[in-house]
């Protein structure tokens, strides 16, 4: 399974950017999409999941700004991100899990935001 993330960037505080992630190989139909992150100094950490069905999860620190979804008939996760602040600055993972089979991480894409 291989994951490919595309949208990261600089931008400013306040502003927006949307993250993709396109996984391809052999996709069990079960799976869950998520959206990690790991800022410099810091763990890894959630940002937001969302099952095979569509039903989301977020991290407390961005409910209300992100918005995560998922396009099934193209295995792609999606992950609207608005009204950024510095804080978000960090290397975002994206990451497929299959229940029981295991999980597998793409290699990140950088988003900066400059106060």
């Known amino acids: 399974v291989q994951l490919v993330e595309s949208g990261g960037g600089l931008v400013q505080a306040g502003e927006s950017l949307r993250l993709s992630c396109a996984a391809s190989?052999?996709?069990?139909?079960?799976?869950?999409m998520g959206w990690y992150r790991q800022a410099p100094g810091k763990g890894r950490e959630l940002v937001a999941r969302?099952?095979?069905?569509?039903?989301?999860d977020y991290a407390d620190s961005v409910k209300g700004r992100f918005t995560i979804s998922r396009d099934n008939a193209k295995n792609t996760v999606y992950l609207q991100m608005n009204s950024l602040k510095p804080e978000d600055t960090a290397v975002y993972y994206c990451?497929?899990?299959?229940?029981?089979?295991?999980?597998?991480w793409g290699e990140g894409t950088l988003v900066t935001v400059s106060s």
């Open positions: 190989g052999r996709i069990f139909t079960t799976n869950v």
């Open positions: 990451n497929i899990e299959f229940t029981g089979y295991g999980n597998y």
């Open positions: 969302i099952n095979f069905d569509g039903s989301p």
